[in-house]
């Protein structure tokens, strides 16, 4: 199996920065897409960035310009700096990887347990 631990996570005034942080373990062949996803309280889980194997990004419109995601592919680790932060960005961050485990020499998709980001003054 495949293990997603994410930490990080914490209370930030508004324009303050955070860097969450997400280790992969376990039974790894290799790693495609890492992600991170958000979801606030009553709302859905929606994609906040993702980063390919080969270094390509994706950005939700929202953090555009604020957040920047970065992976170490030797390390398997990926990382999400967020600057100018805003009460809005204020939710549960999950770190997601496109996986192919050797227990099973498959598709896995996994989700790490989530960690808390309050922005609040």
């Known amino acids: 199996q495949v293990q997603l631990v994410e930490s990080g996570g914490g209370l930030v005034q508004p324009g303050g920065s955070l860097r969450l942080s997400c280790a992969a373990s376990g039974s790894i062949f290799s790693i495609n897409d890492m992600g991170w996803y958000r979801q606030a309280p009553g709302k859905g889980r929606e994609l906040v960035a993702a980063?390919?194997?080969?270094?390509?990004?994706n950005y939700a419109d929202s953090v555009k310009g604020r957040f920047t995601i970065s992976r170490d592919n030797a390390k398997n680790t990926v990382d999400l700096q967020m600057n100018s932060l805003k009460p809005e960005d204020t939710a549960v961050y999950y770190c997601?990887?496109?996986?192919?485990?050797?227990?099973?020499?498959?598709?896995?998709?996994?989700w790490g347990q989530g960690t808390l980001v309050t922005v609040s003054s």
């Open positions: 980063i390919s194997r080969g270094g390509s990004t």
């Open positions: 997601n990887a496109k996986t192919i485990t050797t227990a099973t020499w498959s598709y896995l998709e996994v």
